[in-house]
Structure formats: structure tokens, C-alpha cells
């Protein structure tokens, strides 16, 4: 039996932005961390002996693991950015939508990069057979865990009514 959900929040607008804003920040600093250590590695490895004697093909899939593993870094990194240059102009709630979606494009870029950086390894390390098995298990861990669960949460606890604020709803059926 699911639970009885409150009304929310007794919060205005202002103090729900700066809510959303710290906790997305929270967020943040975890992916933020995870993809910086995974970045810096990549970036030492081009300069291992044993890079140069690499096939091409898997140099190839090193340079795309470090280009999504830069793409991801500039998205997790965007929202500090992006609250340093609108910081004082009162659009915070603006500012927590745009850092979200930067937030959310990081954990997907982040996906490809682990992803890619698992299949350059293991390609490296493991019989070549197993390897998109190894891969597939472990990409599906990750969607299970990063998005599937809650997904699935969103749905089985939450309503339309409820998920969002009045303001927001009416904020975008005016938009």
C-alpha cells in the first residue's frame, strides 16, 4: 500500500530554488568527482609505452573515450559556471532548471565514457568473445541503477499533481 504523500513543501519560490539549487550541487559533487578521477587517468594513458603499441582501432576508442570523458567533465563542471555568471540577476529558479539539464547530460556522457573506457580495458585484458558480454552486463547495471530505479520510483510514488510545484505548473502554461 503506498504511503500518504504530503502537500509539500511550505516554502516560497525563492527558498525552494535555493533548495533544489543545494541539492543538486550535492549531486553534483559526486558525479563531479567520479568523472575528474576517470578523466585525469585517461589523459595519462596516451602517455604509457604501452600505448604506442595499441592496434588502431583500439586507440580509436581510447581518443572517443576521452573526448565523452572532456564532454562529460564541461557538462558536470557547466553548472558552477553557470551560477557564477547569473549569481545576483534573481533567476535562480532558471538557473536550477539549466543546471539540472546540464547535470543530467553529464550522467549521460558520463555512461558513454565508463562505458567506452570498460570496453577499451577489457578488449586489453579479458578474451575478446567476452567482452560485449562483460560490457552489456555492466552498461545494464548502470541503467538499472542510474535510471530505471528511479524512474521507477517517480512513477510508483509520485503523481502529475504532485511531482511539481503549483507556481511551476502555472509558470509553464503561461509559457
Known amino acids: 500500500m503506498p504511503r500518504e504523500r504530503s502537500q509539500g513543501r511550505d516554502e516560497t519560490a525563492d527558498e525552494r530554488a535555493d533548495r533544489q539549487w543545494q541539492e ?5 559533487r559526486v558525479a563531479q568527482t567520479g568523472v575528474q578521477i576517470l578523466f585525469g587517468f585517461l589523459l595519462t594513458v596516451a602517455f604509457t609505452p ?11 576508442i581510447y581518443t572517443a573515450t576521452v573526448v565523452l570523458g572532456a ?7 557547466g553548472p558552477v559556471s553557470f551560477h557564477r555568471i547569473v549569481s545576483g540577476r534573481r533567476i535562480k529558479p532558471e538557473a536550477v532548471l539549466w543546471a539540472s539539464r546540464l ?6 556522457l558520463l555512461l558513454a565514457t565508463c562505458t567506452s573506457a570498460l570496453f577499451l580495458v577489457l578488449r586489453v585484458a579479458a578474451p575478446n568473445a567476452l567482452v560485449p558480454w562483460l560490457v552489456s552486463a555492466v552498461v545494464a547495471w548502470y541503467l538499472l541503477c542510474w535510471y530505471a530505479l528511479p524512474l521507477w520510483a517517480r ?9 511539481e510545484p503549483e507556481e511551476t505548473r502555472k509558470t509553464r502554461s503561461t509559457t
Open 24 to 28: 543538486l550541487i550535492q549531486e553534483i
Open 50 to 60: 604501452h600505448f604506442q603499441g595499441l592496434a588502431e582501432t583500439d586507440k580509436a
Open 71 to 77: 564532454l562529460a567533465t564541461g557538462a558536470l563542471i
Open 103 to 108: 547535470t543530467f547530460t553529464g550522467i549521460l
Open 155 to 163: 512513477i510508483r510514488y509520485t503523481s502529475e499533481e504532485t511531482s
